[in-house]
């Protein structure tokens, strides 16, 4: 995989994108876990790839000015956001903009609408739009107003989440054929896209993520089991530090991944449990959350072990 | 990855932002539907059950259904004459009238003979007292008008069948558990036989569980279009009191029977004991196994952290129930598994063997493979261990256990009267 992702990039068509190494939570941790995960990550994509990005992706499309001031700590010059309309306050998701809280990143919203035609709906017999085909989507394209759409959807969109047979990968290798029959549109890699002079500044001062409909962080946070186990964590995270271990320290940043919480997403009253738990290889929310705690209580011993700490039962 | 708001997932919805199909995974409990029977009745049914316990003296989950599902038909407005071969005393149900063989067949305190439970040689006159029973059944003259005649697993079927064949009505048939199950495997011919019979003459079978649907089609070769399920459920605790959080006790309410894994709660209690402290297992209810158990607590070396109750009344249990930090049935077979319902309606988390039939209709219990000790006690050990998950898991579950009652069951019962009866060819 990783080889191809190599020849991908060698193309020059490619952006890759600076992240989190661990695809965390890193950013609701004390510093300086989220600048030493991001540089992790930086360090992989050279090492890997020869690359050396100049835009930040935040785990789950997490934005909010606060990362942006990070971003731009770290010498980014821009950042990904989801093109929400409770922040652009009707303004169009397809113009540039720059942070407010810092003016020297630029973003790049995702179009959500446009992405999800792509990444969730394209098999659903149930929509309207079905069977989406590539030059009905290069007219949405072309009939959208604006400077750039952000179109992303996960990796998994093309053979997993959507089969070979639904006419996922047809659809992705006619689409750029349809979209040269609209001489307005031409592709840009990330910082093509947000190189120029931004449109306005945008401002987010509460975090927002890609998720529900509310756009926050309530699919990884959002109840009880979620934020006790997230809570744990940082704990955790204080010992695991002091004890100098860095197998223990990786450990438990394994840990800050976002699935683990988004397995212990429950469902309010009425809504159908089977449904969120689509992506979950937990037999429940409970089994997550039981399983998640005695990986930490067996790590928080391990560093107390390290730091010569005798462990009262 | 996996920021899919699951609502937006394909097919979950459909173009006009409805649920779709995804989102109503699971089915009504009736599985394939009665189309072209009508789904009330437009008359009062007069409906005959041949029971078997009923309460208060009730040791299992059959007498708890017989009670709830005659209170519930007769709020309905059918009327039933609940048959018995005990002379009571009856917990009142207004619309249910009782009659019992002029000769009870038993004391109800020692009514099962040890070797039924285990299958072991039957010394006992079990036999010859369920053949009474039968006979008298059958022979029941000047009942009035009947509907439908119902039987509640094997004890009645064969009156049953003769009564419901000399009436011209139809015969219904709740399954419970079989005999495969509650003998683990080393059945006895006589009940099987009197299963089948109930079983091939019934028009309408009914299981408390799918599990037990797909016995009743793998094993008593049941035509699948006529055996539905209906779960049983639990009534809501008028005074349920909330939950100390600080105190440990991990409870088991059932029979004390083979098929019931006892000694599985045990050997994990073993393993949680040494590890968490200021643990109480408490094991409520009576039977064949006791000593056995006992002993093996004495083994085991926790005999101080298990305490034995017996027999405990539906008040005491409720407390048992108001006081427990997590319940446990750890049964090799449960066809269903009524006090699991009633520990989650109570708000205790609860942890189940996987095959059981309330399984099927929770997910916010522990399912664990009934062999598994080791699972039992890692489950067992972090319900104690992690108070938010024992509050999330109390409530969603009780939430779940409470959604839907007997009076859902019973409506779901009326409806498999009318398809029998429509077979029989019984006018409305």
Same mark, same amino acid.
């Given at each position: 995989?990783?080889?191809?992702?190599? =020849?991908?990039?060698? !193309?020059?068509?490619?952006?890759?994108?600076?992240?989190?190494?661990?695809?965390?939570?890193?950013?609701?941790?004390?510093?300086?876990?989220?600048?030493?995960?991001?540089?992790?990550?930086?360090?992989?994509?050279?090492?890997?790839?020869?690359?050396?990005?100049?835009?930040?992706?935040?785990?789950?499309?997490?934005?909010?000015?606060?990362?942006?001031?990070?971003?731009?700590?770290?010498?980014? /010059?821009?950042?990904? *956001?989801?093109?929400?309309?409770?922040?652009?306050?009707?303004?169009?998701? +397809?113009?540039?903009?720059?942070?407010?809280?810092?003016?020297?990143?630029?973003?790049?919203?995702?179009?959500?609408?446009?992405?999800?035609?792509?990444?969730?709906?394209?098999?659903?017999?149930?929509?309207?739009?079905?069977?989406? $085909?590539?030059?009905?989507?290069?007219?949405?394209?072309? %009939?959208?107003?604006?400077?750039?759409?952000?179109?992303?959807?996960?990796?998994?969109? @093309?053979?997993?989440?959507?089969?070979?047979?639904?006419?996922?990968?047809?659809?992705?290798?006619?689409?750029?054929?349809?979209?040269?029959?609209?001489?307005?549109?031409?592709?840009?890699?990330?910082?093509?896209?947000?190189?120029?002079?931004?449109?306005?500044?945008?401002?987010?001062?509460?975090?927002?993520?890609? %998720?529900?409909?509310?756009?926050?962080?309530?699919?990884?946070?959002?109840?009880?089991?979620?934020?006790? %186990?997230?809570?744990?964590?940082?704990?955790?995270?204080? &010992?695991?530090?002091?004890?100098?271990?860095?197998?223990?320290?990786?450990?438990?940043?394994?840990?800050?991944?976002?699935?683990?919480?988004?397995?212990?997403?429950?469902?309010?009253?009425?809504?159908?449990?089977?449904?969120?738990?689509?992506?979950?290889?937990?037999?429940?929310?409970?089994?997550?959350?039981?399983?998640?705690?005695?990986?930490?209580?067996?790590?928080?011993?391990?560093?107390?072990?390290?730091?010569?700490?005798?462990?009262?039962? | 990855?996996?920021?899919?708001?699951?609502?937006?997932?394909?097919?979950?919805?459909?173009? $006009?932002?409805?649920?779709?199909?995804?989102?109503?995974?699971?089915?009504?409990?009736?599985?394939?539907?009665?189309?072209?029977?009508?789904?009330? *009745?437009?008359?009062?049914?007069?409906?005959?059950?041949?029971?078997?316990?009923?309460?208060?003296?009730? +040791?299992?989950?059959?007498?708890?259904?017989?009670?709830?599902?005659?209170?519930?038909?007769?709020?309905?407005?059918?009327?039933?004459?609940?048959? /018995?071969?005990?002379?009571?005393? @009856?917990?009142?149900?207004?619309?249910? +009238?009782?009659? @019992?063989?002029?000769?009870? &067949?038993?004391?109800?305190?020692?009514?099962?003979?040890?070797?039924?439970?285990?299958?072991?040689?039957?010394?006992?006159?079990?036999?010859?007292? +369920?053949?009474?029973?039968?006979?008298?059944?059958?022979?029941?003259?000047?009942?009035?008008?009947?509907?439908?005649?119902?039987?509640?697993?094997?004890?009645?079927?064969?009156?049953?069948?003769?009564? =419901?064949?000399?009436?011209?009505?139809?015969?219904?048939? !709740?399954?419970?558990?079989?005999?495969?199950?509650?003998?683990?495997?080393?059945?006895?011919?006589?009940?099987?036989?009197?299963?089948?019979?109930?079983?091939?003459?019934?028009?309408?079978?009914?299981?408390?569980?799918?599990?037990?649907?797909?016995?009743?089609?793998?094993?008593?070769?049941?035509?699948?279009?006529?055996?539905?399920?209906?779960?049983?459920?639990?009534?809501?605790?008028?005074?349920?009191?909330?939950?100390?959080?600080?105190?440990?006790?991990?409870?088991?309410?059932?029979?004390?029977?083979?098929?019931?894994?006892?000694?599985?709660?045990?050997?994990?209690?073993?393993?949680?004991?040494?590890?968490?402290?200021?643990?109480?297992?408490?094991?409520?209810?009576?039977?064949?196994?006791?000593?056995?158990?006992?002993?093996?607590?004495?083994?085991?070396?926790?005999?101080?952290?298990?305490?034995?109750?017996?027999?405990?009344?539906?008040?005491?249990?409720?407390?048992?129930?108001?006081?427990?930090?997590?319940?446990?049935?750890?049964?090799? &077979?449960?066809?269903?598994?009524? =006090?699991?319902?009633?520990?989650?309606?109570?708000?205790?988390?609860?942890?189940?063997?996987?095959?059981?039939? &309330?399984?099927?209709?929770?997910?916010?219990?522990?399912?664990?493979?009934?062999?598994?000790?080791?699972? @039992?006690?890692?489950?067992?050990?972090?319900?104690?261990?992690?108070?938010?998950?024992?509050?999330?898991?109390?409530?969603?579950?009780?939430?779940?256990?409470?959604?839907?009652?007997?009076?859902?069951?019973?409506?779901? /019962?009326?409806?498999?009267?009318?398809?029998?009866? *429509?077979?029989?060819?019984?006018?409305?």
């Amino acid at each position: 995989m990783i080889e191809r992702l190599r =020849a991908l990039y060698a !193309t020059g068509r490619v952006a890759l994108l600076a992240e989190t190494y661990y695809h965390s939570l890193a950013f609701l941790v004390p510093p300086p876990e989220l600048a030493e995960e991001v540089a992790q990550h930086r360090a992989m994509l050279e090492r890997e790839f020869g690359a050396r990005p100049s835009v930040l992706r935040m785990t789950e499309l997490a934005y909010s000015d606060d990362l942006a001031r990070f971003a731009e700590s770290q010498r980014f /010059t821009g950042m990904l *956001a989801e093109g929400w309309e409770g922040v652009l306050g009707g303004q169009p998701p +397809t113009y540039r903009y720059c942070a407010a809280s810092a003016p020297t990143v630029n973003l790049l919203l995702r179009h959500y609408r446009l992405s999800d035609d792509v990444g969730f709906r394209f098999s659903s017999r149930e929509w309207s739009e079905h069977p989406l $085909t590539a030059d009905k989507y290069a007219r949405w394209l072309a %009939a959208t107003p604006g400077e750039v759409v952000g179109l992303f959807m996960d990796f998994e969109t @093309f053979g997993e989440h959507h089969a070979a047979r639904t006419g996922i990968l047809e659809f992705l290798s006619a689409l750029p054929l349809e979209v040269a029959r609209h001489p307005h549109l031409e592709w840009a890699t990330v910082e093509e896209a947000i190189a120029g002079h931004p449109r306005a500044p945008l401002s987010v001062p509460v975090t927002m993520s890609w %998720a529900d409909q509310n756009r926050d962080l309530g699919a990884w946070l959002g109840n009880d089991l979620q934020r006790s %186990a997230f809570e744990a964590a940082k704990k955790v995270g204080v &010992v695991a530090r002091r004890s100098s271990d860095p197998a223990v320290l990786e450990d438990w940043r394994k840990l800050l991944t976002s699935d683990h919480f988004y397995y212990m997403y429950v469902s309010g009253h009425g809504a159908d449990q089977g449904v969120h738990q689509y992506f979950s290889s937990y037999e429940s929310p409970y089994d997550a959350y039981a399983n998640y705690m005695n990986a930490l209580t067996d790590l928080r011993r391990r560093a107390l072990d390290r730091l010569g700490v005798p462990v009262l039962k | 990855m996996r920021r899919e708001n699951p609502e937006e997932a394909p097919g979950a919805l459909d173009s $006009t932002g409805k649920l779709g199909p995804a989102a109503r995974r699971r089915g009504r409990a009736v599985e394939e539907g009665a189309l072209g029977t009508p789904q009330r *009745a437009t008359r009062p049914l007069r409906i005959v059950m041949v029971g078997w316990e009923f309460p208060p003296n009730h +040791t299992g989950g059959l007498g708890v259904h017989s009670y709830e599902i005659t209170r519930e038909l007769t709020r309905l407005g059918h009327r039933v004459l609940f048959l /018995t071969p005990f002379a009571g005393p @009856f917990t009142p149900v207004d619309g249910v +009238t009782f009659r @019992f063989p002029g000769e009870p &067949v038993g004391d109800p305190a020692a009514r099962y003979p040890p070797a039924y439970w285990s299958g072991a040689s039957l010394d006992s006159p079990f036999e010859n007292a +369920t053949d009474g029973y039968n006979a008298w059944v059958g022979g029941l003259r000047d009942l009035g008008p009947v509907d439908v005649v119902h039987v509640h697993d094997w004890f009645g079927t064969l009156g049953a069948r003769e009564l =419901a064949e000399r009436l011209g009505r139809p015969l219904v048939m !709740t399954v419970h558990s079989t005999e495969y199950d509650r003998s683990l495997g080393h059945p006895w011919d006589h009940i099987l036989a009197r299963e089948q019979a109930g079983v091939d003459a019934a028009l309408r079978v009914i299981a408390v569980s799918r599990h037990l649907r797909q016995q009743l089609i793998d094993r008593y070769h049941a035509d699948p279009s006529k055996v539905r399920v209906i779960y049983n459920a639990v009534r809501p605790s008028e005074r349920l009191e909330h939950i100390d959080p600080k105190k440990r006790v991990v409870l088991y309410v059932g029979r004390l029977a083979a098929m019931k894994g006892v000694d599985t709660f045990l050997k994990a209690a073993a393993r949680v004991v040494p590890v968490v402290p200021d643990v109480l297992f408490v094991v409520a209810g009576e039977g064949p196994e006791y000593p056995r158990l006992l002993q093996l607590a004495a083994r085991l070396e926790i005999g101080d952290r298990v305490m034995f109750l017996g027999h405990v009344s539906e008040e005491e249990r409720e407390l048992l129930l108001a006081g427990a930090s997590v319940f446990v049935l750890p049964s090799v &077979v449960e066809p269903f598994g009524i =006090a699991a319902l009633e520990a989650m309606a109570a708000g205790v988390p609860t942890i189940v063997s996987r095959t059981s039939g &309330v399984a099927e209709i929770s997910s916010s219990i522990f399912r664990v493979d009934f062999w598994d000790v080791e699972e @039992f006690a890692s489950r067992i050990a972090e319900l104690l261990e992690y108070p938010t998950l024992r509050a999330a898991m109390g409530d969603q579950g009780r939430w779940e256990a409470l959604k839907e009652g007997w009076p859902e069951r019973a409506r779901e /019962t009326v409806v498999i009267y009318l398809e029998a009866m *429509a077979a029989r060819g019984v006018p409305l």
